[in-house]
T-cell receptor, first 113, second 113 residues
Framework: GENVEQHPSTLSVQEGDSAVIKCTYS??????FPWYKQELGKGPQLIID?????GEKKDQRIAVTLNKTAKHFSLHITETQPEDSAVYFC????????????FGTGTQLKVEL | DGGITQSPKYLFRKEGQNVTLSCEQN?????MYWYRQDPGQGLRLIYY???????QKGDIAEGYSVSREKKESFPLTVTSAQKNPTAFYLC????????????FGEGSWLTVV
């Protein structure tokens, strides 16, 4: 089955700096890669996703890049703000029946003033 | 408001008891899912359902049961056979089973006392 590894497990940045979180996946058939943000005690919220026919996608301060050859994808947050502090999860799936997402273990991002 | 509603938010269970977590969605989504989240870990799939009256086991189905009698409802029963049930449970749904985005509810905390 699919295996998703996520690094780092914790990340601390100064407000205004950029943050990068990286994930690798094992299943070359995976074609859908979402990123979720989870605040304490709440459900994960989708912040951006990318499909395997695209190499990069951007939404304001957030961007995701995908390298299918190397089987890794990354989340980039620019101009970080205190409200960006949360746990971020990457995930991968083949799509298809059940769209069974396999999640990384999460990155605790802390944006310091 | 459209969305996924989980209840209760907090639940305490005595050892040996079964408990049922409710999940209702008014998004007209075909597929629904249950994930379990343990501290410092990613989300693991318990069960999923692609259509009414049908469901499949995920990666950690032992000790759990589900039903899907209505499109909008997908309750999860944590049985006494689940040896370590204390966790955060997340219900999710998606428009279909071909790789579309999964949206999560706000979660239910289950504690065994």
């Amino acid at each position: 089955g699919e295996n998703v590894e996520q690094h780092p497990s914790t990340l601390s940045v100064q407000e205004g700096d950029s943050a990068v979180i990286k994930c690798t996946y094992s299943d070359s058939a995976s074609n859908y890669f979402p990123w979720y943000k989870q605040e304490l005690g709440k459900g994960p919220q989708l912040i951006i996703d990318i499909r395997s026919n695209v190499g990069e996608k951007k939404d304001q301060r957030i961007a995701v890049t995908l390298n299918k050859t190397a089987k890794h994808f990354s989340l980039h947050i620019t101009e970080t703000q205190p409200e960006d502090s949360a746990v971020y999860f990457c995930a991968a799936s083949r799509g298809g029946g059940g769209n069974k997402l396999t999640f990384g273990t999460g990155t605790q991002l802390k944006v310091e003033l | 408001d459209g969305g996924i509603t989980q209840s209760p938010k907090y639940l305490f269970r005595k050892e040996g008891q079964n408990v049922t977590l409710s999940c209702e969605q008014n998004l007209n989504h075909d597929a629904m899912y249950w994930y379990r989240q343990d501290p410092g870990q990613g989300l693991r799939l318990i069960y999923y359902s692609q259509i009414v009256n049908d469901f499949q086991k995920g990666d950690i189905a032992e000790g759990y049961s589900v039903s899907r009698e209505k499109k909008e409802s997908f309750p999860l029963t944590v049985t006494s056979a689940q040896k370590n049930p204390t966790a955060f449970y997340l219900c999710a749904s998606s428009t279909d089973n071909s790789g579309n985005t999964i949206y999560f509810g706000e979660g239910s905390w289950l504690t065994v006392v």
